[in-house]
């Protein structure tokens, strides 16, 4: 092992040192808090790292394991790795993102989990070095593959690191009341950009239907309970630009305003149709637009790649030729 040039086994061998140093991190450090990285650290962090790879691949020559990043083993390797810990994380039922870790290895708290985080910058310097090589060994038959690369890339970094820029926030509206304020997970007060003021709430309901509940004193009792069937919210929202705006907010019919999607949440059950409170849950995400970038190139690299297929080797043998 370790003699040049390097297979697959040394591949093997560096994700087996990334889970070991990672568990080491993770019990003498614990869990990694995400919400440091919040911006302008995650932008500064993100110019940081392509420096470095910028820096790793011009010297790619003289450091071998850099020139070994490059190459089919190595992905490959990188590759098995995420793939084991990411369905790991798939049969692990995974905490919210406040609350720490429900087990003592770290496991159900994946993102936050040093070897999965590791194992993941592993995977995403081998993309960038690969996607560097192929641009410096340019050929037309390379262009699915590069654009496959640079839209995993943008998946991976940027859903990481604008994770800790996303905002899940509950706003509590009062009719006839403007509302600006909002709150997080751990109860903390948000002032957001724009306000919320709550003209009427609508609730349709489902025919009453007998049902066992339980009573004051304990006992079960036989009722006839209507269950909702739609409810919703006629609401103007004021921005800080001036904007006035009318909008009926609806169960999984949000709408979009200065970046926040608004969603209808909940509402006074004990009041039922009479609700004079509404509750919206507020979420932003400025890197989405970019994750979604990086799903539209993956895919379309996915639709050049099948319809390149059978025209590879008659392009490879052409290149050659006028070579």
Same mark, same amino acid.
């Given at each position: 092992m370790w003699?040049?040039?390097?297979?697959?086994?040394?591949?093997?061998?560096?994700?087996?040192?990334?889970?070991?140093?990672?568990?080491?991190?993770?019990?003498?450090?614990?869990?990694?808090?995400?919400?440091?990285?919040?911006?302008?650290v995650n932008v500064v962090a993100l110019a940081?790292?392509?420096?470095?790879?910028?820096? %790793?691949?011009?010297? !790619?020559? /003289?450091? *071998?394991?850099? &020139?070994?990043?490059?190459?089919?083993? #190595?992905?490959?390797?990188?590759?098995?790795?995420?793939?084991?810990?990411?369905?790991l994380m798939g049969i692990t039922r995974q905490v919210a993102g406040t609350q720490p870790a429900a087990d003592p290895i770290g496991i159900t708290k994946m993102l936050s989990y040093w070897p999965f985080v590791l194992v993941y910058l592993w995977l995403t310097t081998t993309i960038a070095l690969t996607t560097l090589q192929q641009f410096a060994t340019f050929r037309l038959r390379k262009i699915p593959a590069i654009?496959?690369?640079?839209?995993?890339?943008?998946?991976?970094?940027?859903?990481?690191?604008?994770? %800790?820029?996303?905002? !899940?926030? /509950?706003? *509590?509206?009062? &009719?006839?009341?403007?509302?600006?304020? #909002?709150?997080?997970?751990e109860g903390a007060v948000t002032e957001l950009p724009l306000a919320i003021q709550l003209n009427r709430f609508i609730l349709e309901e489902y025919p009453a239907e007998v049902q066992k509940v339980r009573g004051a004193d304990g006992k079960p009792t036989i009722m006839k309970m209507p269950t909702p069937k739609r409810y919703a919210s006629e609401v103007d929202i004021f921005t800080k630009r001036g904007d006035n705006i009318q909008a009926t907010i609806e169960v999984n019919k949000p709408i979009s305003?200065?970046?926040?999607?608004?969603?209808?949440?909940?509402?006074?059950?004990?009041?039922?149709?009479?609700?004079?409170?509404?509750?919206?849950?507020?979420?932003?995400?400025?890197?989405?637009?970019?994750?979604?970038?990086?799903?539209?190139?993956?895919?379309?690299?996915?639709?050049?790649?099948?319809?390149?297929?059978?025209k590879g080797k008659d392009v490879h043998r052409k290149e050659e030729e006028n070579s």
């Open positions: 003699h040049k040039p390097w297979k697959l086994r040394e591949g093997l061998a560096i994700g087996a040192g990334l889970l070991i140093t990672g568990e080491m991190l993770q019990l003498s450090m614990g869990s990694i808090d995400w919400q440091l990285f919040a911006f302008p940081l790292y392509l420096t470095l790879i910028a820096a %790793a691949f011009l010297l !790619r020559r /003289k450091i *071998y394991v850099v &020139s070994y990043f490059t190459t089919p083993k #190595a992905a490959t390797a990188s590759i098995l790795f995420a793939t084991v810990l990411t369905a654009v496959c690369h640079i839209g995993l890339f943008l998946i991976v970094v940027c859903g990481t690191l604008g994770s %800790a820029d996303m905002q !899940r926030l /509950k706003m *509590y509206c009062i &009719s006839g009341q403007p509302e600006w304020r #909002a709150l997080d997970d305003v200065e970046g926040w999607k608004i969603y209808q949440y909940s509402y006074d059950e004990s009041m039922g149709a009479k609700s004079t409170l509404s509750i919206f849950e507020l979420v932003t995400d400025p890197w989405l637009p970019v994750v979604y970038i990086g799903i539209v190139l993956l895919l379309l690299g996915a639709v050049l790649m099948f319809f390149t297929l059978g």
